[in-house]
């Protein structure tokens, strides 16, 4: 993979894994600082955190999943559409996919999410939409399906556990990421929507 026509990727892919290595690591403290805390944005604007917490991770296992993910996707979507269109639908994603739970969970204060995985379903289902018919493997399933498939059922499942609550995993962040990433590409390159159906049927 040519990593020199994906700069804004090789740059977020690598201060992310840096970071989150860091402050998992050496430094919880700033991992404590920069998680989002719905409270603090909502009531006392600390706005930053929206971003920062994008940057951090839970554990090594969290790292892995979004950067493996990131990796396969990342670098060959900002290769299709652009580094700027690329960065506007990374941070873009990063962010609204963050908004729901600001408003929802404003006034518990000792909640927290961290995880670039808001940004990462963004950029994961941006590249569904330009290349529907790439097959993605579900683990534990052995068998691969289509992009377009699994990104049906992956938002069915977020919009369900998201509902329901079922763990501790953001899944609204999830499902807003996501649906960030489709809306920004589609408002940033039009044409994606007819090469899109021209290639699912």
Do not use: C
Not at 100 to 105: C, D, E, Y
Request: proline share 4%; net charge positive.
């Amino acid at each position: 993979m040519n990593f020199t026509s994906a700069p804004v990727g090789l740059l977020i892919f690598l201060f992310t894994i840096s970071i989150s290595l860091y402050t998992i690591y050496k430094n919880e403290r700033l991992l404590y600082s920069w998680i989002l805390r719905p409270n603090l944005v909502y009531y006392h604007k600390q706005y930053y955190l929206i971003i920062t917490s994008g940057f951090i991770h839970a554990d090594l296992m969290h790292l892995l999943f979004n950067m493996f993910t990131f990796y396969f996707f990342g670098f060959r979507l900002e290769q299709s559409i652009g580094s700027l269109n690329f960065t506007i639908i990374y941070f873009g994603s990063m962010i609204i996919s963050n908004i729901s739970t600001i408003i929802k969970k404003r006034n518990i204060e000792n909640y927290g999410s961290l995880g670039a995985s808001g940004a990462i379903s963004g950029i994961l289902f941006a590249s569904i939409l330009i290349n529907p018919n790439a097959s993605i493997m579900i683990m534990p399933i052995p068998i691969p399906i289509p992009s377009y498939i699994y990104a049906v059922l992956f938002l069915l499942w977020s919009y369900f556990a998201s509902k329901k609550s079922m763990d501790t995993i953001n899944h609204e962040a999830h499902l807003w990421g996501a649906i960030s990433g489709l809306v920004l590409l589609i408002l940033l390159i039009p044409e994606v929507i007819p090469y899109f159906i021209n290639q699912i049927f």
